[in-house]
């Protein structure tokens, strides 16, 4: 895998919009990068949102200091770090099954089977820490070599083969001096569900994509777990918003990138097919997208922020916020695995439910708690 991939990567990063580097990212377990985007403004997304004449009857409740200091710890402690653990825990277990199973010839049937259900989990669990778009994983890179999505050119696919048939007995060091387009998981998805059996080759490169998976993801929680108070500006409360404008802001980027690039583009819904659908060659892309709208769900319904929001009894935004996250989920478990197979009217409908969800978070949640759309904003409601 050696031929050419600088030169893929840089062609499929720039149809990502984002200039990815295709050497090994910075260490995570080193001091802090706090991505400072999505705390300033855009003229545009603001434009937008005030386009809704809703948005002048919200009335912005008053979040003392210590307040704002408690819920980000909150939200630190109890939803970044843990959603990043587990995302590590999943990937330890998807290595140890390949372990268990390796030691045969070839790896089929219910042995398959049992690693590529782990995967899923792992998908799943990465899924809802991608709602954490800042801070290590972000300012490192990371976060590509975790999850090259959306992969519009197909790349992942014969770089992993390629990698494989180059080096059958693949090794960390190996495998560390390759961009990408072959770690993580879509590359571990391309080795378990493209074959009906793994081979040597193949089992050498699940262990060794899974272990480093695991190591990336465990430099991330520690990281978070060294600086969370610097990454979510914790201290500065009694000075900005800062955290807040972080946190609501990812949140808000999670559901637009959703939409745009795991719905719309992928599906055709509002102009020519681009990419393909998270999961795609697993067949399981409503599990991706149930797993992002349930980490949200549990992030908008927290009990901390709910009890924020009720202190001013004319805002009914974490009401509607429910709804509206309880409509998408319903819609979602009624449709089929693969989100491709769904006839286009219910597409449309899980695109326009997810719309009201991005509506609702810019248009009242966040003028309800002081804060401003960031210019990351990638939504063209």
């Known amino acids: ?41 855009s003229a545009t997304s603001t434009a937008t949102a005030e386009k809704d004449n809703s948005t002048d009857k919200i009335t912005a409740v008053d979040i003392s200091d210590d307040t704002e200091k408690t819920y980000l710890t909150h939200v ?18 998807l290595h140890e099954l390949a372990q268990k199973h390796c030691q045969q ?11 590529r259900e782990q995967w899923l989990v792992l998908a799943q669990a990465w899924a809802g820490a991608e709602m954490i778009n800042f801070g290590p994983a972000t300012a490192s890179m990371s976060n590509l ?28 060091e190996q495998l560390a001096n390759e961009s990408a387009i072959v770690q993580g998981i879509p590359g571990l998805e391309e080795a ?6 793994l081979d040597a080759g193949q089992c050498a490169y699940v262990l060794t994509a899974s272990s480093a998976l695991s190591t990336r993801l465990k430099d991330i929680e520690k990281n978070w777990q060294q600086n969370a108070t610097d990454l979510l500006a914790i201290d500065k409360t009694a000075k900005s918003d800062q955290g807040l404008n972080q946190w609501f802001n990812s949140l808000l980027s999670l559901v637009e990138t959703m939409k745009s690039n795991a ?24 599990a991706i997208i149930n ?68 509506r609702i978070i810019k248009r009242q949640l966040i003028p309800t708690l002081g804060i401003r759309v960031g210019f990351n904003s990638t939504d063209g409601d």
């Open 145 to 172: 070599y975790i999850n090259y999505y959306p992969d519009e050119r197909g790349l992942v696919h014969g770089g992993v083969a390629d990698l494989i048939a180059a080096n059958p007995k693949l090794t960390a």
């Open 263 to 286: 719905i719309d583009q992928p599906l055709g819904l509002t102009g020519k097919k681009k990419g393909h659908l998270p999961a795609a060659t697993a067949g399981q892309s409503r």
């Open 1 to 41: 895998m050696k031929i050419n991939h600088a030169l893929a990567m840089a062609l499929s990063a720039i149809s990502a919009g984002i200039l990815i580097s295709c050497v090994k990212p910075a260490d995570e377990s080193k001091a802090p990068e706090v991505d400072s985007q999505v705390t300033q403004d």
């Open 76 to 93: 630190a402690n109890d939803i970044v770090i843990p959603a990043y653990a587990d995302a590590a825990k999943q990937s330890d277990l």
């Open 291 to 358: 797993a992002k709208l349930a980490t949200l769900n549990k992030a908008m319904t927290d009990p901390v922020l709910t009890a924020i929001l009720g202190s001013n009894n004319e805002n009914a935004v974490a009401d509607n916020l429910s709804t509206a996250l309880a409509d998408a989920t319903t819609l979602l478990a009624q449709m089929p695995e693969d989100l491709a197979t769904a006839d286009k009217a219910t597409q449309q409908e899980l695109y326009d439910k997810l719309t009201t969800i991005t």
């Open 105 to 115: 010839a070839q790896v089929s049937g219910d042995a398959l089977k049992e690693l």
């Open 192 to 197: 378990l569900y493209a074959n009906d059996s």
